[in-house]
Protein backbone atom coordinates (compact mmCIF):
# COMPACT_ATOMS: atom_id res chain seq x y z
CA UNK A 1 0.00 0.00 0.00
CA UNK A 2 0.93 3.45 -0.88
CA UNK A 3 1.24 5.23 2.47
CA UNK A 4 0.38 9.40 1.55
CA UNK A 5 -0.92 10.55 4.86
CA UNK A 6 0.07 8.79 7.82
CA UNK A 7 4.06 8.47 7.25
CA UNK A 8 4.94 9.37 11.05
CA UNK A 9 3.26 5.96 11.51
CA UNK A 10 5.44 4.37 8.94
CA UNK A 11 8.40 6.55 10.38
CA UNK A 12 8.14 5.28 13.79
CA UNK A 13 7.61 2.04 13.39
CA UNK A 14 9.25 1.57 17.19
CA UNK A 15 8.42 3.93 19.86
CA UNK A 16 9.39 2.88 23.52
CA UNK A 17 10.32 -0.67 22.70
CA UNK A 18 6.78 -0.83 21.10
CA UNK A 19 6.39 -1.91 17.55
CA UNK A 20 3.79 -1.62 14.94
CA UNK A 21 1.41 -4.44 13.86
CA UNK A 22 -0.74 -3.84 11.06
CA UNK A 23 -3.33 -5.21 9.14
CA UNK A 24 -3.39 -7.21 5.90
CA UNK A 25 -4.87 -6.02 3.07
CA UNK A 26 -7.09 -8.77 2.65
CA UNK A 27 -8.27 -8.27 6.80
CA UNK A 28 -8.96 -4.25 6.32
CA UNK A 29 -11.07 -6.05 3.37
CA UNK A 30 -13.11 -7.84 6.10
CA UNK A 31 -12.92 -5.25 8.25
CA UNK A 32 -14.73 -2.71 5.89
CA UNK A 33 -17.56 -5.90 4.81
CA UNK A 34 -18.34 -6.04 8.23
CA UNK A 35 -18.25 -2.16 9.31
CA UNK A 36 -18.55 -0.31 6.12
CA UNK A 37 -20.75 -2.40 3.92
CA UNK A 38 -17.91 -3.31 2.12
CA UNK A 39 -16.70 0.07 1.07
CA UNK A 40 -13.44 1.51 1.51
CA UNK A 41 -12.59 2.85 4.21
CA UNK A 42 -11.15 6.51 4.22
CA UNK A 43 -7.36 6.24 2.63
CA UNK A 44 -5.35 7.65 5.74
CA UNK A 45 -7.63 5.35 7.67
CA UNK A 46 -6.46 2.55 5.59
CA UNK A 47 -2.83 3.30 5.58
CA UNK A 48 -3.60 3.05 9.50
CA UNK A 49 -5.37 -0.40 9.46
CA UNK A 50 -2.34 -1.37 7.00
CA UNK A 51 0.50 -0.23 9.44
CA UNK A 52 -0.93 -0.18 13.18
CA UNK A 53 -4.14 -1.31 13.23
CA UNK A 54 -3.38 -4.66 14.99
CA UNK A 55 -1.39 -2.56 17.53
CA UNK A 56 0.20 0.64 17.43
CA UNK A 57 2.83 2.33 19.89
CA UNK A 58 1.58 5.58 20.02
CA UNK A 59 -2.01 5.34 21.96
CA UNK A 60 -4.62 4.22 20.09
CA UNK A 61 -7.16 1.60 20.09
CA UNK A 62 -7.92 -1.13 23.04
CA UNK A 63 -6.12 -3.99 24.45
CA UNK A 64 -8.52 -6.39 22.93
CA UNK A 65 -7.78 -4.94 19.67
CA UNK A 66 -9.92 -2.25 17.19
CA UNK A 67 -12.63 -4.92 16.49
CA UNK A 68 -13.71 -5.35 19.67
CA UNK A 69 -13.75 -1.42 20.41
CA UNK A 70 -16.56 -1.19 17.78
CA UNK A 71 -18.27 -3.69 20.22
CA UNK A 72 -17.67 -1.78 23.28
CA UNK A 73 -19.03 1.78 21.98
CA UNK A 74 -21.90 0.19 20.72
CA UNK A 75 -22.40 -1.35 24.28
CA UNK A 76 -22.22 2.04 25.67
CA UNK A 77 -24.35 3.53 23.40
CA UNK A 78 -27.10 0.66 24.33
CA UNK A 79 -26.07 1.27 27.69
CA UNK A 80 -26.70 4.95 27.91
CA UNK A 81 -29.91 4.93 26.04
CA UNK A 82 -28.71 6.33 22.98
CA UNK A 83 -28.61 6.13 19.11
CA UNK A 84 -26.39 7.28 16.36
CA UNK A 85 -28.33 7.68 12.97
CA UNK A 86 -24.64 7.81 11.12
CA UNK A 87 -21.93 4.95 10.58
CA UNK A 88 -18.87 5.07 12.77
CA UNK A 89 -15.82 3.35 13.40
CA UNK A 90 -14.04 3.61 16.70
CA UNK A 91 -10.27 3.73 17.14
CA UNK A 92 -9.84 4.80 19.99
CA UNK A 93 -11.57 5.41 23.96
CA UNK A 94 -11.18 6.90 26.90
CA UNK A 95 -13.38 6.91 29.89
CA UNK A 96 -16.33 5.58 27.78
CA UNK A 97 -15.74 8.98 25.23
CA UNK A 98 -14.55 7.19 21.65
CA UNK A 99 -12.80 8.94 19.05
CA UNK A 100 -14.62 7.91 15.70
CA UNK A 101 -14.41 8.71 12.06
CA UNK A 102 -17.96 9.20 10.30
CA UNK A 103 -17.71 6.73 7.31
CA UNK A 104 -20.72 8.78 5.62
CA UNK A 105 -17.62 11.74 5.05
CA UNK A 106 -16.35 11.73 1.66
CA UNK A 107 -12.44 12.76 2.22
CA UNK A 108 -9.45 10.68 2.55
CA UNK A 109 -8.30 12.04 5.70
CA UNK A 110 -11.26 12.06 7.87
CA UNK A 111 -12.03 14.71 10.59
CA UNK A 112 -12.09 13.26 14.22
CA UNK A 113 -15.20 13.11 16.44
CA UNK A 114 -15.79 12.09 20.00
CA UNK A 115 -19.20 9.69 20.67
CA UNK A 116 -20.22 10.41 24.54
CA UNK A 117 -23.05 8.47 25.32
CA UNK A 118 -22.98 8.88 28.89
CA UNK A 119 -22.18 12.72 28.83
CA UNK A 120 -25.09 12.65 26.25
CA UNK A 121 -27.32 11.26 28.24
CA UNK A 122 -26.66 13.72 31.09
CA UNK A 123 -26.98 16.01 29.08
CA UNK A 124 -23.84 18.14 29.51
CA UNK A 125 -21.88 17.13 25.91
CA UNK A 126 -23.87 16.41 22.49
CA UNK A 127 -23.95 12.92 21.51
CA UNK A 128 -21.40 13.48 18.88
CA UNK A 129 -19.29 16.57 18.25
CA UNK A 130 -15.72 16.99 16.25
CA UNK A 131 -12.48 17.31 18.25
CA UNK A 132 -10.40 19.49 16.14
CA UNK A 133 -8.05 17.17 14.61
CA UNK A 134 -8.33 15.84 11.10
CA UNK A 135 -6.80 11.49 11.36
CA UNK A 136 -3.48 12.50 10.52
CA UNK A 137 -3.39 15.63 12.62
CA UNK A 138 -4.05 13.46 15.14
CA UNK A 139 -1.98 10.52 14.92
CA UNK A 140 1.00 12.82 14.07
CA UNK A 141 0.52 14.63 17.67
CA UNK A 142 0.05 11.30 19.62
CA UNK A 143 3.16 9.79 17.91
CA UNK A 144 4.99 13.62 19.30
CA UNK A 145 3.79 13.16 22.54
CA UNK A 146 5.36 9.77 22.87
CA UNK A 147 8.63 10.63 21.33
CA UNK A 148 8.40 13.80 23.80
CA UNK A 149 7.03 11.70 27.15
CA UNK A 150 3.97 14.08 27.00
CA UNK A 151 0.95 12.24 28.74
CA UNK A 152 -2.12 12.08 26.54
Known sequence: MNIEYVTQIKENVKLRSFINRGFSIDKIKQ????YNHGKEFPKAFREFLFLAGDFNNFGFDDIDG??????YAKEDMEMA???????????????????????DEISEDPKVYLLMPFLAKGGSQPL??????NFTDLVNENIRRVKNNISF
Open 31 to 34: IESK
Open 66 to 71: IEALQE
Open 81 to 103: GQTVNRSFFAFDVLDSMHSVILL
Open 128 to 133: IKPNGW
